[in-house]
């Protein structure tokens, strides 16, 4: 990635629009809580643009919309997973060529941490498809999806 | 599982191993698109077998651990004797164990097996199998819905599950998908690659018998499929004649 492109926060969020990992990569503190906001902005966006017209068939989205200081990009794959993607706004131009990169990046590092069996080992044999309760983001099962996660970010340029 | 036949091992690692702060667009691209770990393709077909051997040793265990917990606290006067349910019932209807009245209802109807349903322990392997092929179709399916448009409707997911994950899964597509519009799919395949190989010495009837347990994981790696793909159905394998199998999936209502 281009160094100028700064990545300021990753969201992703199940299929039952419940948050499965926030991490913002900017320094302050009070800024956290923004992303979360944020994130849950988006998820209009993304029922809006899912729902309206019957060619909606691509999994990156573009731009959802844009807010202060930072530019909102959303990426939904087929199995309705969103990921929400928050960049600082400056007058580069952004390739959708490398956004859509990052996306891919992020969803793989979700499969591989989700295709573990040995988290689950201890939950009941046949679970719905709902992994948001066991993916309660602070767990520290969880700790290698968010350093793939954090690897992503610091390729893109982030400082992590 | 994709493109197994190949005899390399795990190629290199995934994440490029200390990324300097100067990443370009390469490590990017990497991370994005890295090359699927590979697998001997017939060193997986011998492990799928074995693995139903192992688990029906284990589930032995299991059950018979549970059966003598059960009898020492029926002797301590804990627990009130259960009465003893019949092993083997040829068309009575029992209501507990609903998977016996679905493998005694449907195959019966057919007429072409003599249904017996499946003791305690071949239901408690049946299960396992079934809940390791949930964890593996649904992150097959993650896998495999990369880089593939979204999906127009319950149809087109059906269609996905009979062509891509078939394709991944087995080498070769579903030969024939009937519906009735209403929620029930039939998948027949007329070579299933679990089963293509198996015989028994004791005839057709107990090699059909046999099969049973080795479509328990290829049943719940769609269901696994389906449940990720947000559908919670239910999956029926029935084997009429080797090596044919279909697969019966019954959608709730509404979809």
């Known amino acids: ?160 | 599982m994709t493109a197994r036949n190949s005899f390399q091992g795990a190629p290199a690692s995934m994440i490029p191993s200390s990324s300097s702060s100067s990443s370009t667009a390469a490590s990017g691209l990497a991370l994005a698109d890295a090359a699927p770990r590979q697998m001997d393709g017939p060193v997986m077909d011998y492990f799928l077998i074995e693995v139903v051997n192992v688990l029906a040793d284990s589930s032995k265990f299991a059950t018979s651990r549970v059966k003598k917990i059960e009898q020492e606290m029926i002797e301590a006067g804990l627990m009130s004797a259960s009465p003893p349910v019949p092993a083997k019932k040829e068309k009575e209807k029992e209501k507990e164990y609903n998977v016996r009245d679905s493998t005694t209802s449907l195959t019966s109807q057919k007429g072409t097996v003599k249904a017996e349903p499946l003791t305690d322990e071949e239901e408690a392997q049946r299960l396992r199998l079934e809940a390791i092929g949930l964890h593996v179709g649904a992150n097959i399916c993650e896998r495999l819905c990369r880089d593939r448009p979204l999906f127009t409707d319950t149809l087109d997911m059906i269609k996905f599950i009979c062509k891509d994950l078939w394709v991944a899964c087995w080498d070769k597509q579903v030969d024939n998908l009937r519906t009735n519009h209403r929620g029930v799919y039939v998948l027949q395949d007329n070579s299933f690659k679990p089963i293509s190989r198996l015989s028994s010495w004791e005839g057709r009837a107990d090699a059909t018998k046999r099969a049973r347990m080795y479509v328990a994981m290829p049943a719940g790696i769609i269901k696994g499929a389906l449940s990720r793909l947000g559908i919670q159905g239910v999956v029926v394998p029935e084997i009429s004649s080797l090596p044919q199998c279909t697969f019966q999936i019954k959608l709730p209502k509404g979809s």
Do not use: C
């Not at chain 1, 017209?53 to 930072?70: D, Q, R």
């Open chain 1, 1 to 160: 990635m281009p160094p100028q492109l700064r990545l300021n926060a990753v969201a992703f969020i199940s299929p039952q629009n419940h948050p499965i990992l926030i991490r913002p990569f900017s320094q302050s503190k009070d800024e956290q809580l923004k992303y979360h906001y944020l994130a849950h902005t988006s998820l209009d966006v993304f029922e809006e643009r899912v729902n309206s017209g019957t060619k909606a068939t691509e999994s990156y989205l573009g731009l959802l919309f844009s807010m202060e200081n930072a530019a909102v990009y959303g990426y939904i794959t087929p199995l309705k997973m969103k990921i929400v993607l928050a960049l600082a706004l400056s007058d580069v131009v952004v390739r959708d060529a490398d956004i859509t990169t990052i996306f891919r990046a992020l969803h793989m590092a979700y499969y591989h941490s989700v295709a573990n069996p040995f988290l689950k080992l201890h939950t009941a044999l046949d679970t719905s498809g709902d992994h948001s309760a066991l993916m309660l983001a602070g767990s520290p099962k969880w700790e290698s999806f968010r350093r793939r996660v954090d690897e992503i970010g610091r390729a893109a340029g982030a400082q992590v």
